[in-house]
Structures are given as C-alpha cells and as structure tokens.
C-alpha cells in the first residue's frame, strides 16, 4: 500500500485541506466584510458631508432673505417714507419752496425702482436676454458696457423661475462690481442655444481672492442660485486684473451627455469666437428666443 493510501496519512491531508479552504473562506469573507464596511463608512460620511454642506447652504439662504429684507426696510425708510414726511410737514407748515409734485413724483420713481428690484417687469412675457439687457442697460450711465449676446432661434418652454434666478445672478455679480471692484469698463457675454445657457460677466477692477471670499453671503448667494439651476459656475481672479464670472446651465430636456459637457466646458462653451461677433446694445423686436 503507497503512503498516501495509509488512512491515517490520508485524514491528515485531508484536515490540512479543510483547514487551508476555511482559512481562505475566511479570509474572503472578512476581506469582504472589512471592504463593505469601508464603503458604507465613505458614504456614510459622504451624505453627512453633503447633509452638512446643505445645511450651512440652507443656513446662509436664510441669511440672505434676512439681509434682503434688511435692506428693503432701509430703502423704505430712508427713501419713501422719509420723503413722504419731508411731504406732509411741508403741507401742515404751508412750506412753499417745497415743490410737493415733484416730491411725490420722486416718492413714485423710489417705490417703483424698489418694486423692480424685488420682481422685474413684466418677467413673464420677457425673454431672459431682455430682461438681462434691462438690468445691463442703465450701467452706461457709469460704466464703458459691452455686449455681446448670441441667440439661436430657438423656441422653449417658458420657465418663469429659471429666468428670475438667472437674472438675480446676473444682478448679484454687477453689485459685487459696483460695491467693491472699483471698475471702469463691465463686459458680458450671453449665450442661449437649444441645449444650454451661458453667461461671462468680466470687470477690470480690483479683483479679489477668491479663496479669501468663498464664505461671504454674495457668492452663497450665486451659488444658491446656481445650485436651483443645476448649473456650473465659475469665478476668476487675480488681485489687480480684474474678475470674470462664468456660469452654464443645461436647460430641460437636455441629453445627459451634453449636459456633462457642458458642465466641464464651460469656458469653451463662453470664449469661442462666436460669441463675441455681435455686440451691441440692440434691443430685440421679434427676438423667438425664451427660456
């Protein structure tokens, strides 16, 4: 009988067997474990960091609101209100230089530029490139503005939200320009295709760390908006040279495709050629462009 043949030799490579095929069983199953457990801990802290980042976004929306309401109450009493006092005493004390029409006319202009600013004219029958060139418009008065808008002849679905919220970060960017860039000359560039939008507004003014600024309410803001839109943005800057603000939106019923490439360029999407062939302040007539 050959050695292996002998049973005793024969159980003892057997239980060798058994014992290496549980030992790799084992192995196994607490690599797989160890592996699994890695995993959820990452998610795990993944959704407690989006959690986290929501609620520090949800906290600074609430900031924003406040402040907002701040600054209307302080636009009503140091403007209507107090005109309207300036008003009344003038017409208890017979106050003759006083010209109380005008006065009012201006009380008129003061409570319609704060209406405008809480809610643009006629946002529902206006098309987003109207409506940013309403706000891009009076900057002249101050400012050398160029613009450049490009549209395709493209008809969509009408989203009164999505062109308020474009607006309001369009909005947001020139008083972030006006408060602190110190800027002479204000460019913006618009594009609206079938797919996407995409907007530049670049100022040569001071310029800003954007590291250093990421936490102030402004950029929350833009990034609130952006994030409703389920868009990209962008800010560059360097001290001294000025600042540009890109941002792309994938507009509904866009390919998931196209929509990542829009998100990752961005840049190209904005800098091409094309967009900056036609630039003038011509106000559309017929424009089929709507968003």
């Known amino acids: 009988m050959a050695a292996w043949q002998d049973p005793q030799t024969f159980a003892i490579w057997l239980a060798i067997f058994l014992v290496v095929v549980i030992g790799l069983v084992a192995f196994i199953v607490f690599f797989v474990q160890a592996y699994y457990k890695k995993v959820m801990q990452n998610q795990q802290k993944l959704a407690s960091t989006k959690l986290e980042y929501q609620k520090t976004l949800l906290r600074d929306s609430v900031l924003i609101q406040e402040q907002e309401r701040q600054r209307v109450a ?9 005109k309207l006092n300036t008003i009344l005493l003038a017409i208890n004390f017979d106050y003759d230089e006083l010209n109380v029409p005008d006065a009012l006319q201006e009380c008129i202009h003061l409570t319609r530029q704060l209406s405008h600013d809480l809610s643009p004219p006629l946002l529902e029958q206006n098309t987003t490139y109207e409506l940013l060139f309403s706000v891009i418009m009076p900057l002249q008065v101050n400012y050398e503005v160029a613009f450049y808008p490009l549209l395709h002849h493209v008809m969509s679905i009408p989203d009164t939200n999505r062109k308020l919220q474009v607006i309001r970060i369009a909005q947001e960017v020139i008083n972030n320009i006006m408060k602190h860039a110190k800027a002479t000359k204000i460019e913006v560039k618009f594009r609206h295709t079938q797919h996407s939008l995409a907007m530049s507004i670049t100022d040569d003014g001071v310029g800003f760390d954007v590291n250093e600024q990421a936490q102030g309410l402004g950029l929350k803001n833009i990034e609130l908006r952006v994030q409703l839109l389920k868009g ?52 559309p007539t017929n424009s089929t462009t709507s968003i």
């Open 74 to 82: 302080m636009e009503l009493h140091d403007g209507v209100i107090s």
């Open 232 to 283: 990209k943005y962008k800010f560059h800057s360097v001290p001294g040279k000025g600042t540009n603000f890109i941002v792309g939106i994938s507009l509904p019923h866009t390919q998931v495709s196209h929509a990542n490439n829009l998100a990752n360029n961005i840049e190209q999407e904005l800098l091409e050629a094309t967009l900056s062939t036609s630039g003038q302040f011509d106000y």
